[in-house]
């Protein structure tokens, strides 16, 4: 015995068809939109307010300093940083202050405000020295980063991120001003143009 037909299907009018398909479309976007979220949600780099958050360990210490805190106020410490040929270099001050700069080349604000510090290193030469340590990244990266933004002060490799832990930063661009004594004078988080960075060194001046 054969099973009876099915009862046919109402077919769907144009307005259903539209309706139908709206549903369909919010649906798959709402779908998206909580994959695109979840995956944000997840990722250990965000940025906020110009500052490129890292994943940060808070309650690791180097030096005293813990991740995280001002260290302003401490001497620098023994620290040594890795030049691009790969030579080992002591991180200290002679007799001019030092401003040290943390940044990578997948920081944008980092990217803005390298040709600013150049601007000011170039007026300033003779008051303050400068370093620029790439964080945490191959040599190849760090030197494209340098070529595309043109900077030729002197460049170095933070390549453990140990340097910017150590003095306190969990975000990149970084910058640390140190007086002629090793004394760090301030830390700053986040870009500087050109006005920034000399009122640092301003300031680093009044004090030596």
């Not at 009018?13 to 798959?28: E, F, I, K, N, S």
């Not at 180097?62 to 106020?73: I, L, M, Q, R």
């Not at 661009?173 to 060194?201: C, K, M, R, W």
Request: glycine letters at 12%.
């Amino acid at each position: 015995m054969e099973p009876a037909p099915l009862p046919p299907q109402p077919r769907l009018t144009g307005l259903r068809r539209y309706q139908a398909a709206a549903l369909a479309g919010v649906v798959m976007i709402g779908i998206a939109l909580a994959v695109v979220f979840s995956f944000v949600g997840s990722s250990n780099t965000t940025k906020a307010s110009g500052v490129v958050k890292l994943d940060s360990t808070a309650t690791t210490q180097f030096n005293g300093v813990k991740n995280g805190s001002d260290p302003t106020g401490q001497k620098i410490g023994d620290l040594s940083y890795l030049k691009f040929n790969g030579e080992t270099t002591p991180l200290k001050t002679g007799d001019t202050p030092l401003l040290i700069n943390i940044w990578s080349s997948t920081c944008i604000p980092c990217i803005t405000e390298m040709p600013a510090l150049e601007k000011a290193w170039q007026a300033n030469r003779d008051k303050i020295d400068v370093i620029g340590l790439n964080y945490f990244e191959t040599p190849d990266l760090g030197q494209a980063m340098a070529n595309r933004t043109g900077v030729t002060y002197p460049l170095g490799r933070d390549n453990k991120g140990t340097i910017l832990r150590t003095l306190g930063g969990v975000g990149l661009p970084y910058t640390v001003l140190i007086g002629s004594n090793g004394t760090i004078l301030a830390v700053h988080a986040g870009a500087l143009d050109e006005a920034g960075f000399q009122a640092l060194i301003d300031m680093a001046v009044s004090k030596k």
